[in-house]
T-cell receptor, first 114, second 115 residues
Framework: KQEVTQIPAALSVPEGENLVLNCSFT??????LQWFRQDPGKGLTSLLL?????REQTSGRLNASLDKSSGRSTLYIAASQPGDSATYLC?????????????FGKGTLLTVNP | DTEVTQTPKHLVMGMTNKKSLKCEQH?????MYWYKQKAKKPPELMFVYSYEKLSINESVPSRFSPECPNSSLLNLHLHALQPEDSALYLC??????????????FGPGTRLTVL
């Protein structure tokens, strides 16, 4: 059974800092990994999708890496801003079987202080 | 148009009521999903529709009844719910060809409270 773990559970940083969020998964047989952002009481916003054959993806100040063999992904946020405050979720899509399904981590609650 | 819309935003219902949640997308996606999210927990998959046919039911109780009337619309009919069904209900969509490789796009959710 695929399990996804996100560390840390919560992170508070001052504005302007670069930061790294971590995601690990137990089964390396995945199609892809997707990072989401969720504001309180809101839906999920897709940030980056990394296919299993890729090593990283970049969008603006965000950079996500994937090391499938070790079961790890990181989300790097450069020059953090108060507007980045949200919960960040990673989710993996397993290969084989029910590949419709995303398995989510519990998220990292990020607070960026002005 | 790259968004998924959901109505209503908030819903309060009694245990004997019948209500429906609605989801709509105009991205041409032929896979649509319902997720349930409890507070401070990750989303949990409930149903998947592919080409307007139910593909996945994650052992969801029959008091939740999904419907996909056309390729743009997804409904979730609710009847005789329990207070523990109170949650944020999220709809998502994706392309269906090579589904495993495709990004899922989520709507803003419906906050459901069952009294």
């Amino acid at each position: 059974k695929q399990e996804v773990t996100q560390i840390p559970a919560a992170l508070s940083v001052p504005e302007g800092e670069n930061l790294v969020l971590n995601c690990s998964f137990t089964d390396s047989a995945i199609y892809n990994l997707q990072w989401f952002r969720q504001d309180p009481g809101k839906g999920l916003t897709s940030l980056l999708l990394i296919q299993s054959s890729q090593r990283e993806q970049t969008s603006g100040r965000l950079n996500a890496s994937l090391d499938k063999s070790s079961g790890r992904s990181t989300l790097y946020i450069a020059a953090s801003q108060p507007g980045d405050s949200a919960t960040y979720l990673c989710a993996v899509r397993r290969s084989g079987g029910s590949n419709y399904k995303l398995t989510f981590g519990k998220g990292t609650l990020l607070t960026v202080n002005p | 148009d790259t968004e998924v819309t959901q109505t209503p935003k908030h819903l309060v219902m009694g245990m004997t009521n019948k209500k429906s949640l609605k989801c709509e997308q105009h991205m041409g996606h032929r896979a649509m999903y319902w997720y349930k999210q409890k507070a401070k927990k990750p989303p949990e998959l409930m149903f998947v529709y592919s080409y307007e046919k139910l593909s996945i039911n994650e052992s969801v109780p029959s008091r939740f009844s999904p419907e996909c009337p056309n390729s743009s619309l997804l409904n979730l009919h609710l009847h005789a719910l329990q207070p523990e069904d109170s949650a944020l209900y999220l709809c998502a969509s994706s392309q269906v060809d090579l589904i495993a490789y495709n990004e899922q796009f989520f709507g803003p959710g419906t906050r459901l409270t069952v009294l």
